[in-house]
């Protein structure tokens, strides 16, 4: 029986091998690749068409969820499996939305990682216990939506990028390095997201960004 090819998109080199080494235990799963952020996560994937794409969130650069999007563009067949330490609903929601299969805290046991990564390949969806619970929630009881928060849904899989990207700091150049894009393409988005987002600054698109739960102020 063919192995699961696993692919690692984590910027610490220390868990990348931490992982590597306990999914070398299990004969059925074989790790292919590694990438230290979600960029080079991106060309690897184009390079080895891994079954399971295992992916930490915030990485330099690019992270995970701008990454999710692309990978789900470029090799729909190619399952990703979140692995991070933040269990937050402004974390889990929209990676969900971009298309990852599954979501494991890093705090979670190492065999219940093993079972992640068999049931995102086999198509079933995995969650940790408790971001199951918060997922189920959130769709239970769904909060009115203000009209800012309804406009962000409608917003591009480009634009939602650029927006995170924009809050971070990054400049224009570095946003269109990162997306692969032109300088104009990516100063076509950011026209369009402030536009639909009724935001005229930057200061302002950073604080909707960070009220949202895009980005995070470090204590």
Not at 23 to 52: F, M, N, Q, T, W
Not at 192 to 212: C, F, P, Q, W
């Amino acid at each position: 029986m063919p192995k699961i090819r696993v692919l690692l998109v984590d910027d610490h080199t220390i868990l990348r091998d931490g992982i590597k080494a306990l999914l070398s235990l299990y004969d059925d799963i074989e790790v292919v690749g590694e990438a230290s952020d979600g960029r080079k996560g991106i060309d690897r994937v184009c390079e080895l068409h891994p079954d399971v794409v295992l992916m930490d969130l915030a990485m330099p650069g690019l992270g995970g969820l701008e990454a999710t999007i692309e990978i789900k563009k470029l090799s729909p067949d190619s399952k990703v499996l979140i692995l991070t330490q933040y269990g937050n609903k402004e974390y889990v929601f929209p990676v969900l939305k971009a298309g990852a299969s599954g979501y494991v805290l890093k705090k979670a046991a190492g065999t219940d990682l093993v079972t992640a990564v068999r049931a995102v390949h086999s198509g079933q969806s995995f969650l940790d216990p408790s971001v199951a619970q918060m997922v189920i929630d959130g769709c239970v009881a769904r909060r009115p939506e203000t009209e800012q928060e309804h406009v962000y849904d409608r917003l591009s899989d480009r634009e939602q990028q650029v927006l995170k990207l924009v809050a971070e700091g990054h400049s224009n150049q570095e946003i269109a390095d990162l997306l692969c894009l032109s300088v104009k393409t990516v100063m076509g988005h950011r026209a369009n997201v402030m536009e639909k987002l009724g935001i005229h600054s930057r200061t302002d698109l950073i604080k909707y960004a960070i009220r949202r739960g895009l980005i995070r102020i470090e204590d």
